[in-house]
């Protein structure tokens, strides 16, 4: 049985006030059972939040880490930093990192390995160009990517990792994938991932999901939960969407 998750990834929105807003408004302790919820929140509000959230069942995330556990990278943030606030999780990959910030496989790959170290969930994204799914070549896009971040990872490893298939045509769009096809391509990653945690492993689907549409992905059964932007802003459709999951 794989618990559900929804988790919130809020990119460059929200001040510390802002942050404080959303959790006035956001009905914390009504979270049911037997649910994930994570935030990922912009570095500035994280001490702020865990404090916050502490007791509660909200987990809070990062969305980026560096590969290195310390040193002369200006503007870049350690495992140790996250680990020091007690944040749990850390998204990876996210592919406006790609686009914007020239983030490679190899370089998530390295992210990620240190992430696993230090005991920090990996909420690793993967997920195809619109020109790529036009050529077809969705799953070898996403293949490419699992297999080089999962590379050197252990086994044991891996069944700690939530992966977010992410079309990256569907990011931010109001196209979300379909239900079938969101569940096609995470079928086929979960048949990617080494036998023995197959079974275990989180994934979720990301790309303009909504308290409207989060239903229909959560009866799929190989999509465990979601990855929301724009939605996750809105603590009314954030705590919509937690009673879908
Ligand atoms: P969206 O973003 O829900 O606004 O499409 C999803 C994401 O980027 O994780």
Redesign the pocket.
């Known amino acids: 049985m794989r618990t559900p998750i929804l988790a919130g990834?809020w990119?460059m929105y929200k001040t510390i006030l802002e942050t404080k807003d959303f959790l006035r408004q956001f009905h914390k302790n009504t979270i049911p059972d037997n649910r994930e919820v994570v935030i990922c929140a912009p570095f500035p509000s994280l001490p702020w939040l865990t404090e916050a959230c502490e007791g509660t069942s909200i987990q809070i995330g990062a969305q980026n880490v560096h590969w290195e556990l310390e040193g002369a990278y200006t503007g870049e943030v350690s495992v140790a930093m996250l680990k020091s606030l007690n944040v749990t999780h850390v998204i990876l990959g996210?592919?406006?990192r790609r686009a914007y910030f020239a983030e490679t496989d190899e370089m998530i790959g390295r992210k990620l390995r240190t992430s696993l170290t230090a005991g920090l969930t990996p909420i690793l994204?993967v997920g195809e160009t619109l020109e790529e799914k036009e050529l077809g070549k969705t799953n070898e896009v996403v293949k490419r990517q699992i297999r080089t971040a999962l590379e050197d990872v252990s086994p044991v490893e891996v069944g700690k990792i939530i992966i977010?298939y992410?079309p990256v045509w569907?990011?931010?769009?109001g196209l979300a994938a379909t239900d079938e096809d969101a569940e096609r391509v995470i079928s086929y990653i979960r048949s990617l991932l080494p036998e023995r945690y197959q079974d275990k492993v989180r994934l979720l689907y990301?790309?303009?999901?909504k308290p409207e549409n989060i239903g229909t992905y959560m009866k799929q059964p190989n999509i465990d939960g979601a990855?929301?932007?724009?939605?996750?802003l809105d603590p009314m459709q954030f705590h919509q969407m937690l009673g879908e999951v």
Do not use: Q, T, Y
């Open positions: 990834n990119k996210h592919s406006e994204c977010a992410e569907a990011i931010g769009s990301g790309g303009s999901v990855l929301v932007g724009g939605a996750s």
